[in-house]
């Protein structure tokens, strides 16, 4: 096995060897199998509950692996849905151009981390203040364009249309001669679900590399880890930026689902959600973090489907009871109190063994 | 011998309090220094001004004949300069093992970093406790871990800032040897330290440091016979 797949497993993520990866493969393969079995209604809900996973994942990297509580990530979530729906209205489905549109809504969020990361990191701007900043970025920006209903907020053909959100930009379009391929409902899914196996394991890699060792150690001690000569800002910044992009895969695909991006999607409740999915799972780990967001995602949408006001609520309730019983997250507690009851088991189970010819 | 690292009039002013106020050092390469002298001397400070934690607020730092006043302090430690902090600052959350990697990779890789992590468990005994948390470590084990990390980047300088505070007579003893040891096998080191025994076992050469300036220099015997420095410093031990 090369070296960098090695890391699919380490230190930094809970879950390894052949037993994990077979239950990770018979999900993933029974997920992809989904659509053949249930409706379009289904399809398009189980695509929504992955959508989110990206800006999760991203914040796990940055909150949980290197410490950095970021209260804003749907500032670039916003940002990249925006982007796509500005340029594949202007530039229309032909060719190459909604790939190109979906390139440029990560790459703007990309420019924007850089942007902010760098007058944060580089100004020590330190714990709670990167939180006070990054969400007062993500609110600047959903006023901003909640006040854009008037017909002068026009790029080229695109209106930006203010707090009623921005619609019918046309979905991912792939030249195929006669019949270009559509990415709409199925399809659509298989895109999302690749990606998000993609994104994770991909996530493991990086965690588990000697990178992912330096993040945990800046998170640990910052300035231990600057004394053993690693250049903090910059870890910090480059993982703010990875996870902002991560941010705005959210924000393009969520904008693909449903074809519309709205200025509440960068307002204080949307902010609030993916805090409470990282950290319900367990924000030190990109698994715990995946199972929680696709979880509570489900679960909130449950709850809507019952009365709207009472599934934030909810979540309020389901972040204060993790926070007071299980500051690590649900699923990285009860992970490690089995890991410690099997220790605790071999142990006796070796002191057994060993004391028999005595017996 | 040429000195390794060098301040030239460095003084460091908070408020109205001078903490160093015109220190002139030089460390010979190869040498093994201790610098006491009584609470708030500005022992410690005058570390963090080598390394970089504090801008000094006159005066200039030369390392390896450089002068890196002005440079950020991860590169410093690049430039082989490295230090174990007085509260012991390892990753305490950690297992023992992966404080040992992350201080390692900065200078091995693949086998060549098993094999020095193999060495430094062994050189701090705590081979046993590999995978406990380092946080789970007696105060003395956490000091060790830290000086394994400090050690694990083959500095040229190596500062040791009360490498054996709250530890027992017999820690402080194999941490004397310790440093000795590191220092035959020609690592130039500084350590501040409190405890004379510990001082007497380890150090050619002393400074004394006192209201921030340097106070006395020499061998611990000629130290000890100076009365003014009995009178500020070791009396009160």
């Known amino acids: 096995m090369p070296r960098w797949l090695a890391l699919l497993d380490g230190p930094q993520t809970l879950g390894s060897g052949r037993a994990f990866w077979f239950v990770f493969a018979l999900i993933v393969l029974v997920a992809a199998l989904l659509p053949t079995f249930v409706n379009a209604f289904a399809v398009t809900n189980l695509t929504y509950f992955l959508v989110w996973v990206f800006m999760a994942l991203g914040l796990s990297l940055i909150w949980g692996y290197a410490g950095i509580l970021s209260f804003g990530q749907t500032a670039f979530f916003g940002l990249a849905g925006y982007t796509y729906g500005v340029i594949s209205i202007n530039l229309g489905d032909a060719g190459l151009w909604t790939w190109f549109a979906l390139l440029m809504s990560l790459v703007l969020p990309a420019v924007l981390a850089v942007v902010i990361g760098y007058f944060m990191f580089y100004g020590g701007v330190r714990d709670v203040f990167v939180g006070i900043v990054t969400l007062s970025i993500t609110l600047v920006f959903e006023t901003f364009m909640a006040q854009t209903a008037g017909p002068e907020w026009t790029i080229g053909s695109a209106r930006l249309n203010g707090f009623n959100g921005m619609s019918n930009m046309p979905p991912l379009t792939f030249p195929w ?183 | 011998m040429a000195a390794i690292l060098q301040t030239r009039g460095l003084k460091k002013y908070f408020g109205g309090l001078r903490a160093i106020n015109g220190v002139d050092l030089a460390i010979d390469e190869g040498e093994l220094r201790c610098l006491i002298g009584p609470n708030g001397a500005g022992k410690s400070t005058l570390f963090k001004l080598i390394l970089g934690s504090y801008r000094p607020s006159e005066g200039a730092i030369l390392f390896k004949g450089e002068d890196i006043t002005k440079l950020q302090p991860h590169l410093r430690v690049q430039r082989g300069m490295s230090i174990k902090f007085q509260v012991p600052g390892i990753f305490l959350e950690l297992p023992v093992e992966q404080n040992l990697r992350i201080a390692l990779q900065r200078v091995h890789r693949g086998a060549a970093l098993d094999e020095a992590l193999e060495r430094l468990l062994e050189l701090i005994n705590l081979g046993h406790q590999r995978n406990e948390l380092a946080a789970s470590l007696s105060h003395g084990q956490q000091q060790w871990l830290e000086i394994a990390m400090a050690v694990a980047l083959q500095p040229a300088a190596l500062l040791l800032d009360e490498p054996t505070a709250g530890m027992s007579h017999e820690e402080t003893y194999k941490t004397g040897e310790l440093v000795k040891k590191l220092n035959a096998s020609g690592m130039t080191i500084v350590v501040i330290e409190h405890d004379m025994a510990f001082v007497r076992q380890i150090a050619k050469r002393v400074t004394v440091l006192h209201f921030g300036e340097v106070f006395d220099d020499g061998s611990l015997d000629d130290i000890v016979r100076n009365e003014d420095v009995v009178r500020i410093y070791l009396g009160k031990v």
């Open chain 1, 177 to 359: 001669g006669e019949n270009p391929i559509i990415f709409d409902g199925p399809s659509f899914f298989w895109l999302v679900l690749g990606l998000v196996v993609l994104v994770y394991a991909g996530l493991r890699i990086l965690v588990n590399s000697r990178f992912g060792n330096v993040l945990v150690a800046i998170r640990e001690n910052p300035e231990r880890a600057e004394m053993l000569g690693y250049n903090v800002r910059l870890y910090q910044l480059f993982v703010f930026v990875i996870g902002s992009v991560l941010a705005g895969m959210s924000g393009v695909l969520y904008t693909l689902w449903g074809y519309y991006i709205t200025p509440s999607s960068m307002g204080l409740t949307a902010a609030a959600l993916p805090i409470v999915w990282v950290a319900a799972g367990g924000r030190k780990d990109i698994t715990a973090t995946l199972l929680a967001t696709v979880l509570l995602t489900w679960l909130s949408q449950q709850l809507a489907v019952k009365g709207s006001q009472y599934a934030l609520i909810w979540m309020g309730v389901i972040l204060l009871v993790v926070v007071l019983f299980a500051p690590e997250g649900l699923f990285v507690t009860v992970w490690k109190k089995l890991a410690d009851r099997r220790r605790l088991r071999q142990v006796t189970t070796a002191r057994k063994t060993v004391s028999l010819p005595s017996a």
